[in-house]
């Protein structure tokens, strides 16, 4: 009796595995219980919910507009020039600004003509007191007769250096002129240029070759 139902639970067993088991040999396990396979990445592709789909194009940058310069200082034109470039530059009146020159080939310093030479004379006393030595009284026959010549410069810079000791030493009578030949220059300050206005001025400046050019506040440049 044991030995029938021992044999009899086996093929029960043997037929309910049968069961599980296709052709293959792959055991019938419900879907849902199997573990999936990784997929490689460059395997996986979206697709668009529409096939018509327009492609979306490419951000554009945006078009920078023409750049403007702050400030730019033209120097060294001759007042014929002048006239000529501002004219065919053609800015607005708020674009540019002239200034006007008139250098010499020399500078002296002096205290202006006494009534007489004793007056001249006592003046002279004075600014020995104070420790001028350098001086030269204007002789009769000048526009600077009975004057105290103070020093001779090349440069206006020099002679008002000399003015400043000049007034350290309480010396305030003191003047400063032009002596010898005179030149005029005019200077152009022209402010906020557009890309196009920049191009002019370049072409232009072509035509001006002792103009020199600098940004304001900036060390000059020579316009080749």
């Not at 849902?32 to 460059?42: C, F, I, L, M, Q």
């Not at 001759?78 to 708020?94: E, G, R, T, V, W």
């Not at 005179?182 to 072509?206: P, R």
Request: aromatic share 8%; net charge positive; hydrophobic share 40%.
């Amino acid at each position: 009796m044991l030995k029938f139902v021992f044999w009899f639970l086996l093929a029960v067993n043997v037929i309910v595995f049968a069961s599980t088991v296709d052709y293959s040999g792959i055991s019938k396990i419900p879907a849902e219980s199997r573990a999936y396979e990784p997929v490689e990445d460059g395997r996986i592709r979206i697709l668009s919910s529409s096939r018509n789909a327009s492609p979306v194009p490419p951000v554009e940058e945006k078009k920078k507009g023409l750049s403007e310069t702050a400030c730019i200082e033209l120097e060294n034109f001759n007042p014929q020039d002048a006239d000529l470039f501002a004219k065919k530059m053609a800015l607005p009146a708020n674009k540019i600004s002239r200034t006007h020159t008139v250098k010499a080939s020399g500078y002296m310093v002096y205290i202006p003509p006494f009534k007489n030479i004793k007056t001249a004379e006592k003046r002279i006393a004075e600014l020995q007191a104070k420790g001028i030595t350098n001086y030269f009284l204007i002789p009769e026959g000048t526009r600077f007769r009975h004057a105290i010549s103070l020093g001779l410069f090349k440069t206006e810079k020099s002679a008002r250096n000399l003015m400043e000791e000049l007034e350290k030493r309480s010396i305030h009578d003191a003047r400063i002129t032009a002596r010898g030949k005179t030149t005029e220059s005019v200077s152009f300050k022209l402010n906020n240029l557009s890309g196009n206005q920049i191009d002019h001025l370049n072409t232009l400046l072509t035509a001006f070759p002792q103009v020199t050019r600098k940004e304001c506040g900036v060390a000059t440049e020579i316009v080749q």
